[in-house]
């Protein structure tokens, strides 16, 4: 069965800090995708990235950046000069074929706290 | 803000009882996912919907059921409610991409 590791629990960091957040994950499927997403202390699920497992370029979005290997099975997580707003658990998921449908497996999630 | 709507945003009940959590998925989107987190469960997929039909089933307990009506949105029932239901329910919905929008959640608490 799938499966995602994010081994960090907690991470503590002060603002302006670079942080990177590990993910690794277990599929026998060839196509699959991985997410991540982020829980602010509101408890909303707020979707950053989908990616596809053909597609091994890294991504940059603003401060956010990924890291996707396949040769690991890792989709690290990176924030540039973190800011307190970006004070949230973060999970990342991994989409598992199920019969015809498909379905999100999480990882425990990675609660990081950026300190002013 | 997602796109997909949940309601209530907050519900507590006492053990035994029922109760219906709602969700309405962003427009366009046919597929409605049900999620529970739960602090040592984390967060598991309970079921899906695809236009109506069920489509998966996860952990979803017998005394936990759901549908998807005709103009989309879901409801999920909560039955014979015990302590350890507490939870954030979230609905989600599945784009063209597969990429599934949350929605707000629902945290039930039972008493």
């Known amino acids: 069965a799938q499966k995602v590791t994010q081994a960090q629990t907690e991470i503590s960091v002060v603002e302006k800090e670079d942080v990177t957040l590990d993910c690794v994950y277990e599929?026998?499927?060839?196509?699959?995708?991985l997410f991540w997403y982020k829980q602010p202390p509101s408890g909303e699920l707020v979707f950053l990235i989908r990616?596809?497992?053909?597609?091994?370029q890294n991504e940059i979005s603003g401060r956010y950046s990924w890291n996707f290997q396949k040769s690991t099975s890792s989709f690290n997580f990176t924030i540039t000069a973190s800011q307190v707003v970006d004070s949230a658990v973060y999970f990342c998921?991994?989409?598992?074929?199920?019969?015809?449908?498909?379905?999100?497996?999480f990882g425990k999630g990675t609660k990081l706290t950026v300190n002013p | 803000d997602s796109g997909v709507t949940q309601t209530p945003k907050h519900l507590i009940t006492a053990t035994g009882q029922r109760v219906t959590l709602r969700c309405s998925p962003r427009?366009?989107?046919?597929?409605v996912y049900w999620y529970q987190q739960s602090l040592d469960q984390g967060l598991q997929f309970l079921i899906q919907?695809?236009?109506?039909?069920?489509?998966a089933k996860g952990n979803i307990l017998e005394r936990f059921s759901a549908q998807q009506f005709p103009d989309l949105h879901s409801e999920l029932n909560l039955s014979s409610l015990e302590l350890g239901d507490s939870a954030l329910y979230f609905c989600?919905?599945?784009?063209?991409?597969?990429?599934?929008?949350f929605g707000p959640g629902t945290r039930l608490t039972v008493l």
């Open positions: 998921a991994l989409s598992e074929r199920q019969g015809g449908s498909e379905k999100l497996v």
């Open positions: 919907y695809y236009n109506g039909e069920e489509r």
């Open positions: 599929t026998r499927d060839t196509t699959y995708y």
């Open positions: 990616r596809n497992s053909f597609d091994e």
């Open positions: 427009s366009g989107d046919l597929s």
């Open positions: 989600a919905s599945r784009d063209y991409t597969d990429t599934q929008y």
